[in-house]
């Protein structure tokens, strides 16, 4: 942990280390498909599910993140593993299409309510007590804590579902009982700053958060770059993850263990992240994110080995991504007022790109093209990066344009 951290931020870094841990620890994950395709539910029926629930997500966001910034971002990181604790049960007892739906918008409620308020929490406090140098190493960290539990359960998860099928929900709706507990212990924000601890602003200004990003060129770029980042891991390792593995026929068995294994990698990626910060923030997300893409379209066209391979240079370089990204987006938010609106905003642009991926990856999949799908994919990300490359750099030399200019006017008045 970086030096002059205070030792009431490193107790907070660890509680929310720990609520990420067990918030993050879904036992369900490398089975579901299989789970509901058992129950009786087509491709069709499992993807329209993984669609409305990104789009449930988009609607669910901009409320709860206004009004965690409004409120106390601690009682939304209570409520949301509160709800992940419900929704992790739904399909032990509903194991039917209204139950998988139900469970995932369950999910969808839950991941809202944590997913603003947790980073904005955490950046807050690091910021008021002189700690917020630390933030990236325990985005970093935080990120590793929940990979590091995944190692532990998933390789168990194929395993545990042979043995007893709805056995990987009970253990993730029990980790998120913990992760309640935990939040409980989390202290309020220290006095300062312009919302929590100090003057507190309405829902409608919350709502009017839309001023923030028109002055903000920037951290409108950088949104967009992150929504690249997030669909490409969202497709890498939850959508995609099961249908791949069936395709290349590997045994059920196998894939909680794959899944572990990638996940070391990607937990090797976020604990070490900080290391490429010579190179520069920017140009290390659009690289990373250029070579996640390529991996899947390679994945097209090579066998079960080299398909491991690549899933694991893919989960390398979303680990190391994802906390240099999350600094990115949180340093360009000026107004702490809106912090949990704006990264709540950042995910429902994530989840409705996701949305519309889903919808079209469900065309694919019933077409029997889904290597077609990754080539696709990847070459529209890179066409994307490729012009928000672009955008950014003409953004920052705006940007330094118009501080030099209050400078040679001071100089021709001299």
Known sequence: MTAGVTPAARRVIRTLNGFKLFTGLLWWLPIYYVY????????????????????AFCLLEIPTGALADRFDYRRFLRAGAVVL???NLVPVAWTSYGGFLTHFLLVALGNSLVSGAGSAYLFEYLQRTGSVAAYQQAEGSGRAYTLTGRIAGLPAAGVLMQWYAPSPYWLSAACCAVAVLLAIRLPALPPGGEGHGGRHTSVRDQLLVGRVLRHSPLLMLLIAQGVAVFTLVRIGQANLFQPILT???LPLAAFGVIMAVTTVFELAGAARSTWLRRFGDVPVVFALTTVMAATLALVAVTGATGTVILLCVFSLA?????????????TAITDSRHRATLLSLESLIDRSVCAVVVLALSGYLSEGAMDLFLTHVAVG???LMAALAVLLRRSQQRRHATAQ?????KENVT
């Open 381 to 383: 990300t890179v066409v």
């Open 36 to 55: 509901q395709r058992d129950h009786g539910l087509s491709d069709g029926e499992i993807f329209g599910i993984q669609s409305i629930y990104y789009l």
């Open 85 to 87: 604790t419900a929704a």
């Open 318 to 330: 979303s680990g190391l991504v994802f906390p240099v990204q999350r600094r990115l987006v949180n």
């Open 247 to 249: 395709v290349k026929e």
């Open 405 to 409: 200019a209050p400078t040679a006017t």
